[in-house]
Structures are given as structure tokens and as C-alpha cells.
């Protein structure tokens, strides 16, 4: 495990900056009402540009990352290796689609300085955002059973509905709730911005809950298996913080939200600057929403994990790879299921199933999908 730190470390920032893009992004689109744009806008805009700052410079130390993990040198190798990670390696070949999509996320940046055109570039953002998103998926867990499957999709839209709900409520808790005293808006604009966040939370709450459901019954499959894998008791710490964060958020809708809209329906609540009605409930859930922040963060924080942990599932298929090395050509369908990803640099134990992959004992009929095992991504690790 210690070993897998600064690569935990190294995804961790990733999700971390792609949250922080697609929050601001999210929030200027559909939490912000008309009236509210004015006063945060520009704000967020600014953001958005160091937050985007963030995903460059993570894409950057994620491709490196991986170059250290795959060729196991160190850092002063690096760019002898890096070159045949981009060329030869799925991941390589799926992360150049990275610098593309920053590159238009950049100009949609630029072109959205311009207050006309900010709601267009932010649509452009995010679908550039989205493409990132992807390019976790697909070379991620999802990513073992081949290419555009089923998983892959159910990951990508987990991880977006993911950066929304948690990027909106950084968003509001960073930017938008420390300037809403000082706002001049009016509390029925200010209830309606309240009203939109929790909205837009609860909507993509319910596309996490089913995308993360249907994901760990894919990975982990049975009770037994969540209560005895190391990948199961990480998933249930992410949940235990998924479950304080979601009952924050009820909190928020049922407690707080409905006396904030309820002072606005009071004469004195229409034209007035929106500090003086609905006061106490509006700090109460400013602060729930920041503690809801937490929360959320030390969730990704625990997916960072997930992610480099073997999922049960996958073990299984490890299992019967290993066992099923003397007759694996009789059983092309069982030898396919092999995975071997990430066992390679840090599991002592399985570097003998390692071996009989790089040197040939599985025949290429009967090597997995997703061109994990194509002859030169071999050729680098038995040169090792
Ligand atoms: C019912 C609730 C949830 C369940 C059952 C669940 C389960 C999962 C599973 C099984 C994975 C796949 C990990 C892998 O590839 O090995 C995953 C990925 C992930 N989850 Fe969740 N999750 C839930 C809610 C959340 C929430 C609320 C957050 C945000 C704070 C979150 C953040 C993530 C992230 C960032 C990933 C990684 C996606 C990627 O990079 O491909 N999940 N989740």
C-alpha cells in the first residue's frame, strides 16, 4: 500500500481539479438565477482559469505518474520513457487526447472573458471537461474489459454527476457564499439561487447513487466480498463519508432551504438587500454546506484509493489466470479474463503470473481485450 501513495496521491488531484473545473462551470450554468450573475460571475470565471491551471498541470503529473509506475525507474528516467508510454501503451494513446481537450478548454476560457459570450464558453468548457472525464474512464478499472463498454460509461457518468455535486458545493462554499452577505440581491433572488443549488445536487446525487450502486455490484458482487476485500472496507469508508455528506444535503433541503423561501413570501422580503430576511437559516446551511465540502473531499479522497486497489471481481479473474496456466490454451475464454494491470510493480508475490505474460506462455489468441498485453507493452516490461 505505502508504495501506491504518490500514485494515490497523483489521482487524487486529478479528480480534485477536475471537480474544481467543472464546479464553477456548473454552478455559472445551472445554479446561478439572472439576477445573481452579475454580482459572481466574474468571480467564478477567475476560478475557473486557476482551476483549469490545476487539470493541466495534473494531466501532466498523472501521465508522469504512470510512466514511473509502468517502467518502475525513476524520475531521471523519465524521458527516455516517456515517449513509449504516449506511442505503445493504451493509456498513453488515450491520454493524448488530454492536451487536445485542455487546449480547447483554454480557448473556451479566453473567448468567455467576454461577458456576452461567457454562457456559450462555458458550455464548450464543460463539454471539454467531460472528455477528460472520460479519459479516466477509459483507463481506469472500466477500462480492463475493453474498450467503450458498459462500465466505461457507468464510471464516466458517475464521475461527472460526481464533479457536479461536489464542484457546485465547492464552488458555493469558496465563492459564492463569502461574497453573499456583501451581494446586492434581493432575498427572493438569493432564495432562488438556494432553491437551484439544492436542485442541482439532488439530481446529480440520484445519478451517483445509481452509477455507484451499479459500479459496486460490478466490481465487488457479494456482501462477502465487501465485508472480507481490502478494495470492499475502502469502498465502505468512501460510503460512510458519502452518507454524512448526503444526510448534510438532506439537512440543507428539508431544514434549511424551506424558511429561507418562506422569508421571501413576507412583505418586507420583496427589494430589500438580502441580508435582513431569512438570516439565521441561510448561516446555518452556508456552514452545512461547507462541513458538506469536507465531506465530499475526503470521499474523493477515498475513491483515489479505490481506484488502485484490486477490485474483487478482478481478483477472481487473477486467480484463474494463475491457475490456468498449463491448459489456458484449451481455455481461451477463462485465460481472457486475466488481469494483471496493476499487479506488476508492487505485488511481489504475483510477478511469476507477470513473467508468463511478457514472455509468451499466454497465447495472443488468448490474451485479454483492450490490448493491455499487445507484444511491445510487453517488450518494455520484460526489458526491465
Ligand atoms: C452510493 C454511493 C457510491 C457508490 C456505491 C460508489 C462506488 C464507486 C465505485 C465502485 C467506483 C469504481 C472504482 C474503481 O474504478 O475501482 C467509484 C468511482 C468513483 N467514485 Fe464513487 N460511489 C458512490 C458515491 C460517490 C460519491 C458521492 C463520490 C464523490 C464524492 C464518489 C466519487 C468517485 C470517484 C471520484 C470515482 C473515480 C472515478 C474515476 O476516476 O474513474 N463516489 N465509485
Not at 525507474?73 to 493509456?91: D, K, M, N, Y
Request: aromatic share 8%; glycine share 6%; with cysteine.
Amino acid at each position: 500500500m505505502s508504495a501506491h501513495v504518490p500514485y494515490i496521491a497523483v489521482s487524487a488531484f486529478d479528480i480534485i481539479a477536475l471537480v474544481l473545473v467543472i464546479g464553477p462551470l456548473a454552478t455559472t450554468l445551472w445554479v446561478l438565477p439572472k439576477e445573481a450573475r452579475n454580482a459572481f460571475q466574474a468571480r467564478l470565471w477567475r476560478f475557473t482559469g486557476a482551476a483549469l491551471a490545476a487539470l493541466t498541470l495534473s494531466s501532466i503529473t498523472l501521465l508522469v505518474g504512470r510512466t514511473l509506475e509502468m517502467s518502475r525507474q525513476g524520475l531521471s528516467e523519465v524521458a527516455h520513457w516517456l515517449p513509449l508510454v504516449l506511442r505503445e501503451t493504451p493509456f498513453g494513446r488515450v491520454w493524448l487526447v488530454r492536451p487536445i481537450m485542455l487546449l480547447l478548454a483554454w480557448a473556451a476560457w479566453y473567448i468567455g472573458r467576454n461577458l456576452e459570450r461567457r454562457r456559450v464558453a462555458a458550455s464548450f468548457l464543460f463539454a471539454a471537461a467531460a472528455v477528460i472525464a472520460f479519459t479516466r474512464s477509459a483507463t481506469g478499472h472500466p477500462a480492463d474489459q475493453g474498450s467503450w463498454t458498459l462500465p466505461e460509461w457507468v464510471d464516466w457518468i458517475h464521475l461527472v454527476a460526481v464533479s457536479v455535486w461536489a464542484g457546485v458545493v465547492f464552488t458555493m462554499s469558496v465563492a459564492v457564499f463569502p461574497r453573499l452577505p456583501q451581494a446586492r440581491i434581493s432575498p427572493s433572488v438569493r432564495a432562488n439561487l438556494i432553491t437551484r443549488l439544492s436542485s442541482v445536487a439532488t439530481v446529480a446525487l440520484i445519478g451517483i447513487l445509481i452509477t455507484g450502486i451499479l459500479s459496486a455490484y460490478y466490481y465487488v458482487g457479494t456482501w462477502t466480498a465487501l465485508r472480507d476485500s481490502s478494495y470492499g472496507h475502502v469502498l465502505l469508508v468512501k460510503l460512510a463519508f458519502v452518507a454524512v455528506a448526503v444526510a448534510l444535503g438532506a439537512v440543507n433541503r428539508f431544514l434549511f432551504v424551506p424558511p429561507i423561501r418562506a422569508a421571501v413570501s413576507t412583505p418586507a422580503g420583496h427589494g430589500t438587500t438580502a441580508h435582513d430576511h431569512g438570516e439565521r437559516p441561510l448561516r446555518l446551511l452556508m456552514r452545512s454546506v461547507g462541513t458538506e465540502a469536507l465531506f465530499l473531499l475526503a470521499a474523493l479522497a477515498a475513491a483515489a484509493v479505490l481506484l488502485h486497489g484490486m477490485p474483487p471481481r478482478e481478483m477472481d479473474h487473477v486467480i484463474g489466470g494463475t491457475m490456468a496456466q498449463g491448459p489456458r490454451a484449451d481455455h481461451p475464454a477463462r485465460a481472457r479474463r486475466v488481469t494483471v494491470r496493476r499487479l506488476d510493480t508492487h505485488q511481489p508475490r504475483l510477478r511469476h503470473l507477470i513473467s508468463t505474460v511478457c514472455y509468451g506462455v499466454l497465447s495472443p489468441r488468448a490474451a485479454p481485450p483492450g490490448d493491455l498485453y499487445r507484444p511491445r507493452e510487453s517488450a518494455i516490461r520484460a526489458s526491465l
